[in-house]
């Protein structure tokens, strides 16, 4: 009974976050599985409305959300279609590329 509860939630998870692109899970692979669990968890509640995310300054419709203290998640949100996680980054090499490319200093404050 436990196994067919668990296959209907993933059922439901599947249709409000996309399939992660290659890309995504290659860079998943630098991660501890307790972070890959939080990004999957943060993407899902994300997708669910339980947690809100930082609108990025684009046209596009993409939000930074914090999967860990360290580990932030972009993710893609669009009217009618599952939520898809764009890039996983360390918040040091987020900073970094603030710095560089002369973006605000600090989305959003650590939680």
Do not use: C
Not at 21 to 48: G, K, N, Y
Not at 67 to 73: F, G, K, S, Y
Request: charged share 25%; proline share 5%; glycine share 2%.
């Amino acid at each position: 009974m436990e196994a067919v509860a668990q296959q209907a939630h993933e059922d439901d998870m599947t249709q409000l976050v996309a399939e992660l692109p290659s890309r995504v899970i290659m860079s998943l692979d630098h991660f501890s599985a307790e972070e890959r669990a939080s990004v999957r968890a943060v993407a899902e509640a994300f997708a669910r409305g339980a947690v809100t995310g930082t609108r990025m300054p684009d046209s596009e419709p993409y939000y930074l959300l914090r999967a860990t203290p360290d580990v932030l998640v972009i993710v893609r949100r669009e009217d009618g279609a599952p939520v898809t996680v764009e890039d996983v980054v360390w918040q040091e090499k987020w900073d970094s590329l603030k710095h560089r490319n002369s973006a605000p200093q600090r989305l959003f404050t650590q939680q």
